[in-house]
């Protein structure tokens, strides 16, 4: 990952959503995106060029445009029509961003486009959100790295965070995914947390 | 046999498939994939079906497919008929608000500027204020802001007239029960004319009394008996101890009328006057629960 002094960046054309500039790279603000917030708080993936990455709930395609600027291709998954206006946009000016319109619950949607992936990063609203990661597993390479971003708001606003986060983490580690790092994301976002974890045999 | 966008894979041997980005993308949604012996696509066996020569033709070419059927997607559910009354509902309910708001913020101003002034025993709504103070407020900013409210009110004025066919249009079972205007509020509450048919009727009924209905689940606080539907005449005009009761029974058929709209979107004349006196019924104070 490319810091300057303390400041995470990526190398890429700039202007994506306004994002300041620091030395000709784009700052990737860890308050706006969970990705750039868990490289700040803990160690998270190293994102390397020849990575292939799939992406569960690309939204406006922020986080997405900073992922690009690291890896080869991202296939970038979203669901609701208004924020895919946005990801087509960055889609167009980066020939490594292919936009999806499609429910990450439903991986066959997109199954006959996506290859298998290095990287599995998933952010989306839903109260499955460890069912939807283990449906999508079939993407993602043996001893390749998943990425949850854990909205315990959203999986269930009555239980106290903590809970979800043990309950997310005992599901993922029953069917046999090695959890590496879990962390939560304050100060930049409450209440969500995210688990890193490897993929060592297929699930 | 293994199907992905360039074409059918059998046992090594490859099927490519030819044609545009957007026929691509058409073929795509056409697959049906399993995704208990998923093989991914990958980009050698397309080159070697002479899909692409190299990795880097391989990506340009799945983008623009990617970009051609997402385009495509976004297009079709734009293109669904509830999709702008969605919008057009929500911005005459916060028009709504801000008219409100600014109306209050103006009798506010008016009374610094005279006084003497005051609102008591003159029965005098904000909105009525704010026509007069734009009819004699001068050129100042306040009688500017007066007329713009107006301008606004006219504007929510032609709205909600258009709201309310358009509702009629997309929606005309529900509309037929409970008017235009509060059938496209049920809609933007639930989100889309496909979420609403799928709404159970007791959660129809309490639509809109979300406040009230935490409460009624956390505390001891009574049930909601209803939320929008409370605008319909049918509702807030019926005696009290009914109430209820017609609430009840007009989710019960709203529920069914948007089921109608959404699987048949044609108007069912006969379910219609049925619903209709069931509905009249519940309103009256002997009406039988049974019938």
Redesign the interface.
């Known amino acids: 990952m490319i810091h300057i002094g303390e400041v995470l960046v990526s190398k890429g054309e700039g202007g994506v959503y306004g994002e300041r500039m620091l030395d000709g790279y784009r700052v990737w603000d860890p308050y706006r995106s969970k990705l750039a917030a868990l490289y700040l708080v803990g160690t998270g993936p190293e994102l390397v060029p020849d990575m292939k990455v799939l992406y569960l709930g690309a939204a406006n395609g922020t986080t997405v445009s900073h992922v690009a600027d690291y890896v080869e291709?991202v296939y970038a998954v979203e669901f609701a029509?208004r924020p895919?206006?946005d990801?087509?946009e960055v889609?167009?000016r980066r020939?490594?961003?292919?936009?999806?319109?499609a429910d990450a619950s439903s991986?066959?949607q997109?199954?006959?486009?996506?290859?298998?992936v290095d990287l599995l990063y998933q952010d989306v609203a839903q109260p499955d959100q460890a069912a939807i990661v283990l449906?999508n597993c079939?993407?993602l390479k043996t001893g390749g790295h998943l990425i949850l971003m854990l909205k315990t708001r959203s999986v269930d606003i009555r239980k106290k965070p903590e809970q979800i986060f043990q309950d997310t983490l005992d599901i993922l580690m029953s069917f046999g995914i090695t959890v590496c790092e879990s962390t939560w994301l304050a100060p930049y976002h409450q209440d969500h947390a995210a688990i890193v974890c490897t993929l060592d045999h297929p699930v | 046999m293994q199907s992905c966008w360039f074409g059918d894979v059998d046992n090594g041997k490859c099927i490519p498939f030819s044609g545009d980005a957007a026929a691509y993308a058409r073929r795509v949604r056409e697959i049906r994939t399993s995704m208990d012996a998923l093989v991914p696509p990958d980009w050698k066996i397309a080159a070697a079906c002479g899909i692409c020569r190299d990795r880097a033709e391989y990506l340009s070419l799945l983008q623009k497919v990617c970009i051609a059927g997402s385009e495509q997607a976004v297009r079709e559910q734009y293109a669904a008929k509830d999709v702008e009354l969605l919008q057009m509902v929500r911005t005459l309910d916060e028009m709504d608000t801000v008219i409100n708001v600014l109306s209050e913020r103006v009798a506010d101003w008016y009374q610094i500027r005279h006084p003497s002034f005051s609102r008591k025993y003159r029965r005098t709504p904000a909105h009525m204020l704010v026509k007069s103070v734009s009819e004699r407020g001068g050129g100042g900013a306040l009688g500017k802001v007066a007329t713009g409210i107006t301008g606004l009110s006219d504007t929510r004025t032609a709205l909600a007239k258009e709201v309310s066919a358009r509702a009629c249009e997309v929606m005309p079972n529900t509309s037929a029960l409970i008017g235009g205007l509060v059938a496209a509020r049920l809609l933007s509450h639930a989100g889309g004319l496909k979420a609403l048919s799928r709404l159970p009727a007791s959660t129809i009924q309490v639509i809109g009394a979300r406040t009230a209905l935490f409460m009624h689940i956390r505390t001891r606080a009574p049930a909601p008996k209803h939320g929008i539907i409370f605008q319909h005449r049918r509702v807030h005009n019926a005696p009290r101890e009914v109430r209820g009761k017609v609430a009840r029974v007009l989710a019960g058929k709203l529920a069914i009328a948007a089921r109608l709209d959404f699987y048949r979107g044609s108007v069912v004349p006969e379910f219609i006057e049925k619903a209709q006196a069931r509905i009249d019924l519940a309103g009256t104070v002997q009406g039988d629960d049974k019938q």
């Open positions: 291709v029509p895919m206006q990801l087509l889609a167009r020939k490594n961003v292919m936009p999806i319109l991986p066959e997109y199954a006959p486009l996506v290859e298998t449906r079939a993407f």
